[in-house]
């Protein structure tokens, strides 16, 4: 920058330079990937820094600069090292947030990590008949499996009530069994995101005891670990839940007691879980019976019944489907059976799959 010189025009003085250079970087780059499908296309995405300093310059399909002049936004940067908390948004993929180094001394542009974004998942549903009288069929469990002509390496099991909380990769998972039930009677309705029930009685219920609630039709189910009792007697009162529950039941639901027996070896997560998930990503298929845990004792135990029941009309839903580019899902009753391969459609949060049993 050249020189600068002082020159007083009237009452005011100003600061002159005849030639003043200044540069405009991108100063941090990076590429965002779809989990699923590796390349973006999402022309809605964007990185938030909540600085004004900073610019996001951007392609539909990912690529991104933050720009800006370095001595403004990073003035001590030949010594000192900063921190940018910086955060993706894209319409239908989960957020991601992080806080971003920018090391001391170290050149324009800094090269991002590529981050891959996570689809939000959709729900699967459909209806399940016999193929020859088109009779729908109640009762049926709708289960994924495994590819039958390419066995997978990680293996997708389909759980019937979305996951309540995050899992790390490598977290444990196990097919249990329910022993040793006790009939429990609520004394008023419950509505999805509860995290507090009423009971008739109590008695024998603690922190960690585990309980379910099904509807009437029984076609759904989920479970709730006790957190701790509400004041009072073991009797009546409330029970407090380590997590909000994600669906509705009238009085008249059935609300059981049970003790989680370990059925078979465990198996590992392949991925790390989202909370809202339906699936999970194993070293093993986990349909070796109806119910499953995930992080058995630790303080985001929870269970789970493995796939999905038919109503009196033949109907069947799974929430929460996602991670993967193709589910299968099979269903079967007595001699009948179906397979039915489906690439999920994310952009439909919606998808039908009938099946027809033959």
Known sequence: MA????????DLLYTVVDDATTTYWALLTGLVTDEIFGELYAPDFSVVTGRDDLQLKKTANGIYALTGYPD????????????LNLQIKASGFRGQSWVQSVPAAQPFPIVIVTRALRRLPVRVQGRVVNNLTRAPIPGVQVISVDDPLTPPTVHVTAVRSPLYFDHPSGAQVQNV???????LHLTADVTSGDQAINLSDRSGLAGNSVIQLRNVSQTLVEYAVVDHLGPGAPAAGQVFLRNALNRSY???SSVTFF???????PATLSADANAGD????ANQLLNGSATLSVDSGS???EYHEVGAMTDADGYYGLDGMGRVREIFLHATLGGLQQTVPWFIEYDHDVNVVDLRLS
């Open 3 to 10: 020189t600068s010189y002082q020159v007083s025009v009237g």
């Open 72 to 83: 403004m936004s990073f003035p001590y940067h030949d010594s000192i090292s900063y921190n």
């Open 177 to 183: 069994t329910m022993n040793a039930p006790v009939t």
């Open 250 to 252: 009238p009085q008249s």
């Open 259 to 265: 003790t989680p027996v370990v059925a078979g070896g």
């Open 278 to 281: 339906g699936v999970l990503l």
């Open 299 to 301: 303080p985001a135990a």
